[in-house]
């Protein structure tokens, strides 16, 4: 399907992308610092899927529609810049609020699903797989099948990655918990992160 020359070159430069620290990766961290393990699993997860719509629009040519037109951009960036800064704002403001060590359940499934939609909402992630993906293409064979699955790949390498700092966080998390006072400007921290994110998606600019 690819050609043989492709796969490692692919899989070295993937790799490097999935480690890079990047809005994923702080995404994460501010989560699992937020809500605890469970809440960055969920998460990690929810971003990996958000990252398969854009796979999949890539795929079948909606993302380069997206990417063409200046008012999608604005509005899909709008949209999601705002929906990081809502749940900064909420992160912040519940930092003092009781939390337990690691949040559960419902909690886990709104951290799934914020994930999916902050992912989904990010024109910035269709405008890398756009970029990223075509320099591996071999245009002889199926362009969408290979796209497909090269960007499967890539969404598969970046939540591993998400899913280890998710780890390295939550530990990190549970080494304060005697600390009440720190862990509530942690979750400070992670809600202004959010909010950090937020505004560098709405600042974002559409690639001419």
């Known amino acids: 399907m690819i050609a043989a020359e492709h796969p490692l070159t692919f899989l070295a430069?993937?790799?490097?992308v999935a480690i890079a620290p990047g809005p994923g990766i702080f995404y994460v961290v501010a989560r699992t610092l937020s809500g605890g393990r469970f809440?960055?699993?969920?998460s990690s997860v929810g971003l990996g899927l958000g990252g398969l719509v854009h796979v999949a629009a890539g795929a079948v040519g909606v993302s380069a529609l997206l990417m063409a037109s200046a008012q999608a951009f604005t509005v899909l960036?709008?949209?999601g810049g705002v929906y990081l800064l809502w749940l900064g704002i909420k992160s912040w403001r519940e930092a003092r609020a009781p939390a337990p060590i690691d949040l559960r359940a419902?909690?886990?499934?709104?951290?799934?699903?914020?994930g999916i939609i902050v992912e989904a909402l990010n024109p910035k992630t269709a405008a890398f797989f756009l970029a990223f993906i075509p320099q591996f293409i071999d245009p002889?064979?199926?362009?969408?099948?290979?796209?497909?699955?090269l960007g499967l790949v890539s969404v598969?390498?970046?939540?591993?990655?998400d899913l280890l700092v998710t780890c390295w966080a939550a530990?990190?998390?549970?080494g304060l918990e005697k600390r009440p006072a720190l862990i509530v400007r942690l979750r400070q921290a992670s809600g202004a992160v959010m909010c950090g994110l937020g505004a560098s998606l709405l600042l974002a600019r559409r690639s001419s």
Do not use: E
């Open 77 to 79: 960036k709008l949209v």
């Open 13 to 16: 430069a993937a790799l490097l």
């Open 106 to 114: 419902a909690d886990a499934r709104r951290a799934f699903r914020d």
């Open 39 to 42: 809440a960055g699993f969920a």
């Open 171 to 174: 530990m990190a998390r549970a």
């Open 156 to 161: 598969c390498l970046n939540t591993s990655a």
């Open 140 to 149: 002889v064979r199926p362009v969408a099948v290979q796209f497909i699955v």
